[in-house]
């Protein structure tokens, strides 16, 4: 199977490098017909859904906030930066093709945990929950970015601090699914400060 991963020159973490079968694209219509198309740029917009459609292949989208939650035509992924590393990868996708899935995954070295086609699956719904608490903690003087940061790291042995976090995934990719999750629960409102910073 040719798999090509659609990324940008700085290629995140945990994803192979060139090799025999897998390759690095900047476009979508550099897939050929019948690889598998991985975009780790996808940004929800229709131009980009309808590009998507039109390639002859299986289509894994990195669709945290569930854009294309429901859709039988993708397989939503969590390709965040900063959890690409891990050997497990948070999906979902309708049953049909799932197994093919699985198969491509085994060839990218990962393996597929198959959550519910919701907004933020698990792990970046819990990330950004924490960064959005800890912009409300600065926001109301608690403390500071560095220490809120270093307090997380050692107080819970995070690997980061919940800034450092929002750096890694994109400030912009956090506010966009807390967005996406303040609409069926307003807990996950986005703070004002980190939706100040995510425009910049």
Known sequence: MQILLLGAAGRPAGWPSDTDGIQWIQTPEEA??????????FDGSPLRVSQLRAHPGPVWVNDVPGATAGSDAFVRINGWNGFGAAPLLEAAAPEALR???????????????????????VSPRVIAGIINEAYHALSEGVSSKEAINTAMKLGTNYPHGPFEWASI????NVAQ?????????????????LLKEATR
């Open 99 to 121: 197994a093919g899935a699985e198969e491509a995954a085994a060839l990218l070295g990962k393996k597929i945990e198959w959550l519910p086609d919701v907004p933020g699956f």
């Open 177 to 193: 699914l807390l967005e996406a999750l303040a609409k069926g629960n307003e807990r996950y409102a986005p703070n004002e400060l």
């Open 32 to 41: 050929p017909a019948g690889a598998l198309l991985v975009d780790l740029l």
């Open 169 to 172: 995934i994109g400030l912009k």
